[in-house]
């Protein structure tokens, strides 16, 4: 295996996983996401061996050419990084799901180059953080993204995603993961079917899950530095 820890890691990750749903009586199932980015398709193929099912890349080209490297692989791709309008073309149906739909321009974009008779499964990212750098629609707009995207008939809305300021301070973390959780609750409680919380990098990963996080995108802590 090209990544000969990449078991060990994971298995420890999970018992982190574990652990944190312990602490706060948290009993969701956690799907973990491995962010292959800048690495090859051997690091997708360690990632799928080592039992891994969902993979996470921030570029759409990049994400394009290792599936074209890895034809009849069992696994689910997932586009995490931010998505330029002008790439929603190509993005629109070779992702199980898109994480960063933003804006209604961009939501409706996708749903028009979703293939005929297909579904788009995405995640509305929102900025917790309240960092300008961010991508992500602003908290006190999302109810009105989640209302218009309605009218978006092949995008399938599965939840939320975001991501926390980078600091060590896990009370900064926690504030930013709670309060999409709260967003999804309202959500729900306005008649939006949102199951998934898409929330927690290699760094702040377990505050995440104690917060109700349904999906944690990790690439560090599995795969070690970044290559490229």
């Known amino acids: 295996m090209t990544f000969p820890d990449l078991p060990h890691r994971l298995a420890s990750v999970r018992e982190r996983i574990s652990a944190a749903q312990a602490r706060t009586g948290q009993e969701q199932s956690v799907t973990i996401i491995a962010v292959t980015k800048t690495f090859g398709p051997d690091a997708v193929q360690a990632a799928v061996e080592a039992g891994v099912r969902s993979i996470g890349e921030n570029r759409v080209q990049e994400a394009l050419d290792k599936q074209d490297a890895l034809p009849g692989l069992t696994v689910e791709w997932h586009l995490i990084g931010t998505l330029q309008q002008n790439k929603a073309r190509r993005a629109a149906g070779r992702f199980a799901l898109i994480h960063s739909v933003d804006r209604m321009a961009l939501a409706q974009e996708l749903d028009r180059r979703v293939p005929e008779g297909g579904r788009q499964a995405v995640l509305l990212q929102v900025n917790c953080s309240g960092e300008p750098q961010k ?89 070690g530095g970044r290559q490229g």
């Open 135 to 223: 991508g992500g629609v602003e908290p006190g707009e999302l109810p009105a993204l989640l209302e218009a995207v309605r009218g978006c008939t092949r995008l399938e809305v599965r939840g939320l995603m975001t991501m926390a300021e980078l600091t060590d301070d896990p009370r900064r973390q926690r504030a930013a993961f709670r309060m999409l959780r709260e967003l999804r609750d309202a959500a729900i409680a306005a008649g939006h079917d949102l199951p998934e919380l898409s929330m927690g990098m290699s760094s702040d990963f377990e505050v995440a899950v104690e917060e109700g996080a349904t999906m944690v995108r990790l690439g560090t802590i599995l795969f």
